[in-house]
């Protein structure tokens, strides 16, 4: 009984298991344990197999063909199917439960197709547990490297070459900043990898740290000996438990293997790492808050200069860099930079993941190179707009992005030409938003948000932000007037360009964003006093078009409070006075015949 | 400082206070312990009192300004004890006007606890929201994840049977 199959992964990620509750690893270990495979066929735990759309998801190794489990029934003859002949299952008769081989190959499909893995190469093919597959996927051997055949000046070199900028959002180039933190002879130094992943809707770097860690632990050895670091420390938010037990266990099998500790690899460079856990705070994400934060402080920023690589941490040079920068470290040094410059742009060089969510099709972490334009990560690989509505605006960069229209769907993902059109790469969060969102009420949000985290240290962002919140909501009930939109863009240009933090300076950009490009629809809120998206409650007259109805009586079986009166053939009547405007119907209504 | 603790502290256990003082000898001198202590703290006491407080900052040798400015800023801290259970009542207008409000006022009755608040066994905190966009199902409410729609105040008994 040779199977051609060696290790089968499977998804334990939150996403395939709310998908459907089935619990894959004990069916497979039944199934491979009553086929007497259970010696031979490893299985492996993986966040995720980059196919959320469909969980959960199986992969079998080698030849990476995913799978999805259908449900629980004849499992294991399917299974049989699919270990003895991995290249052919056999598929049972339309209708009956199985696992269903639906999709080919990695490489047939768009989604996966389209994407070119550097950051999230090792994501579903190692056990992130495991040291020794790192190791067999050529883990560790970038910092062999570096140690025995390279100066640290060389690495920076190296990585200058590669032109690698800061994945966290602000962009930096990574190699000056490394330069700058070498320059100091101030001891100790540190090197700090940022694993504060705030933002709404962005979770590559969660991601990383649970299935690929070593890859981050490697990097920050990298950076340690470039600069001249001895210590490292990881800064990971407290609601990301399973990052932070993946990184403990990492560290310490490479504590063990000599990978971290005294003499490395008998080269005489000295150097460990610790995990420091947030405590929930989104301005913890600002590098100079983050290290108040780890001093055991308020994480509140401070004035730059000095910058951190020469007074950081503690006072001491330190240089801080996201989870995704570090984890493209190794690859650099193994393959050069030349070959990093090559793939991208000439300003924004490699790949960058993108979590793609909100109304498209299929959602995941979409990898591409610098440069794609938004069509394509949006409409080939995220599949185009779900249900039958329409593309109507992409949100980029979070709290601190903005809103991109139609217009710019053929633009280059690259910091600077995102940074031109008035939003920003950030962590790379990639809302699309459909013809369902109201704009003001999406800046209303990304507001709201900025107020809740706002650090309070600064009056305009402090004070500012919660003026232009109340600006936002007196438009949002109907009280707004054409004025306003004029103070609404003043206020929002004072916060940004009076603002301590780079927070507070990007919080106003959903506004400004969206005032830019959708003013129609806030001209629409104070002047005609409607909501062209039907989302702000207050604006909506509860009234049937008599004309656009198409008598089917949706509406008043959906209705809460038996406001509609709705006889055969005749147009619905909505009694506005029993109506509590709970927008039940407009939800329900196909031919949008209420507004 | 040791003989306060009995009387500040009367409300965890002699186990739970001698593993407090564990972990602040663990991180006594060490630059930077404050958050992990407090992190740890939480996790055995599940709160922060001001007694709590107090014993960390006297212990790490903090003023305790800096000990409530850092418990304070950080959301993930809390000084008010929570339930095992985050049960939440729509109060939205269809839920209030499909009997929202005397669920609400059923179970300010019957569990003895107002909004914001804890039940004193700690089952429950009991939390009002506005609307969670299932006018459809009103009233509803939500247990920790799960929305339970079209509840009835005769009903609310059962539901609630489930969370102990």
Known sequence: ?595 | MKSGSSDVLKEFSAEQVEKLDGIIARYRGKPGGLIPVLEEAQMVLDYLPVPVQKRIADGLNLPLAQVYGVVTFYSFFTMKPRGRHTLRVCLGTACYVRGGKSIAENIVKEYKVGEGETTPDRRFTYETVRCLGACGLAPVIVVNENVHGRVKTQKLKSVLDEYQ
């Open chain 1, 1 to 595: 009984m040779i199977s051609p199959v060696s290790k089968i992964a499977y998804c334990a990620s939150r996403t395939c298991r709310f998908r459907k509750p089935i619990d894959v690893r004990a069916l497979l270990e039944k199934g491979l344990d009553e086929l007497g495979y259970r010696d031979r066929i490893g299985l492996v735990e993986t966040e995720c197999l980059i196919s959320c759309f469909q969980g959960p998801s199986i992969m079998l190794l080698p030849g990476g063909k995913v799978f999805q489990v259908l449900s629980e029934e004849r499992f294991t003859e399917t299974l049989r199917g699919l270990i003895s002949e991995p290249q052919l299952p056999t598929l049972p008769p339309p209708g009956e439960p199985r696992i269903e081989p639906d999709i080919p190959g990695i490489e047939h499909i768009d989604f996966f197709a389209k994407q070119r893995l550097i950051v999230l190469r090792n994501r579903g093919h190692i056990d992130a547990e495991s040291i020794e597959e790192y190791i067999a996927h050529d883990g560790y051997l970038a910092l062999y490297k570096a140690l025995t055949a390279m100066t640290p000046e060389g690495v920076i070199e190296e990585v200058k070459l590669s032109g690698l900028r800061g994945r966290g959002g602000a962009g930096f180039p990574s190699g000056t900043k490394w330069e700058e933190a070498r320059k100091y002879a101030t001891f100790p130094k540190y090197v700090i990898c940022n694993g504060d992943e705030g933002d709404p809707g962005a979770f590559m770097d969660r991601s990383l740290m649970e299935s690929d860690p070593h890859a981050v632990l490697e990097g920050m050895m990298v950076c340690g000996y470039a600069i001249g670091a001895r210590q490292g420390y990881i800064y990971v938010r407290a609601e990301y438990p399973l990052a932070i037990q993946m990184l403990r266990t990492a560290i310490d099998r490479a504590r063990r293997k000599g990978f971290l500790g005294r003499n490395i690899l008998g080269t005489g460079f000295d150097f460990d790492i610790d995990i420091y856990p947030g405590a929930g705070a989104f301005v913890c994400g600002e590098s100079t808050a983050l290290m108040f934060s780890i001093e055991g402080k308020r994480g509140m920023p401070r004035i730059k200069p000095p910058r951190s690589t020469e007074s950081g941490l503690w006072g001491r040079p330190t240089c801080l860099n996201n989870v995704e920068t570090f984890a493209n470290i190794p690859q650099i040094l193994l393959h050069g930079g030349a070959w990093f410059r090559s793939i991208g742009m000439e300003d924004s060089t490699g790949t960058k993941v993108f979590s793609l969510t909100g109304a498209v099709k299929n959602v995941g972490l979409v990898e591409v190179p610098m440069g794609t334009d938004l069509r394509t990560i949006i409409f080939e690989i995220g599949g185009g707009i779900r249900g039958n509505a329409h593309f109507k605006a992409v949100q980029l960069g979070g709290p601190s992005g903005g809103c991109l229209t139609e217009q710019h769907l053929h633009l280059p993902a690259t910091f600077d030409t995102l940074q031109a059109a008035g939003a920003m790469m950030g962590s790379g969060g990639v809302v699309v938003m459909d013809d369902t969102s109201c704009m003001v009420d999406v800046a209303r949000f990304f507001t709201q948000f900025s107020v809740d985290e706002s650090c309070g240290k600064c009056v305009p962002c402090r004070v500012g932000l919660k003026v232009l919140l109340g600006m936002l909501e007196k438009i949002i009930v109907g009280r707004g007037e054409p004025s306003d939109l004029d103070r609404l863009e003043r206020q929002a240009v004072h916060i940004a360009a009076t603002s301590h933090c780079g927070l507070g300076q990007a919080a106003p950009n959903p506004v400004l964003s969206t005032l830019r490009y959708f003013r129609h629809e806030y001209e629409a809120h104070v002047r005609e006093k409607r909501c062209p998206a039907l989302v702000c409650t207050d604006l909506i007259r509860f009234e049937v078009d008599a004309e656009a109805c198409k008598r089917c009586g949706v509406c008043a079986k959906v209705c809460p409070v038996e406001a509609i009166s709705w006889r055969k053939k005749e147009p619905a009547v909505l009694n506005r006075d029993k109506c509590i405007r709970c927008k039940a119907c407009i939800r329900a209504c196909k031919f949008k015949a209420i507004h």
